[in-house]
């Protein structure tokens, strides 16, 4: 049986208990560890994927309206990502990270608030990309987002590689597009090395990401869960806290 967190305090006692007994952490973040940083949840209702519907990866590739549509709404969330600074939750693990504790995290989110928040870029395992910049699909080159701006405001258009001429698109994965093979040997090797595993605002409904905590699990690992809403690894949990995650990793912002 879990052990569900009666309330807060409790939770965060115990939480505290298991963070000092472990010797590796490795936490694994979804969208609710963002929305206090005004980083809307795409899946959530109301989230933006209720209001617009998922571009997949296939359409991207065939369609230059649909990588048109896509850079709009991309655009459209430049002031949203660019204010947002890393939460409680955020500032927790870049303190555990900077105390040896937390050897790397692993995220859904594409946001680049772990890297702001302290944390080495080589130590965040992507699993969804990142939307703070962008990659030819072709040969990979990198762009600023700002140079994508420039061309799509002359243009009218999503702009082509420079030097490959395939389609540039934010270094995100979309629907139907193939994981990225480093990021997910990588998360592999820590959920099955970690004696903590702590998931974070993830709904854990999306795979393969979603198999991460129980493969931890399975290793020999604790697994807590902190999470507003149930989700369907709460059976298999050591501790699930259902309340807010900036209030519940805030007492860990200091440490």
Known sequence: MPMIASDLRSGV????????EA??????TGAGISTECGIPDFRSPGGLWTRNRPIPFDEFVASQDARDESWRRRFAMDETFAA????????????????GKVPAVITQNIDNLHQASGFAAGHVIELHGNTTYARCIGCGQTYQLDWVKRRFDQDGAAPDCTACDEPVKTATISFG?????GEMQRATEL?????????????LVVWPAAGFPMMAKNAGARLVIINREPTEQDDIADLVIRHDIGETLGPFVGN
């Open 13 to 20: 006692e115990r939480l505290g208990d298991m963070i000092a």
């Open 23 to 28: 010797k590796a952490i490795v936490p694994f």
């Open 84 to 99: 947002a600074k890393p939460g409680r939750g955020h500032r927790a693990l870049a303190s555990l990270y900077r105390a």
């Open 177 to 181: 597009q193939a994981m990225p093979d």
């Open 191 to 203: 959920s099955q090395r970690c004696d903590l595993f702590i998931a974070i605002g993830s709904s």
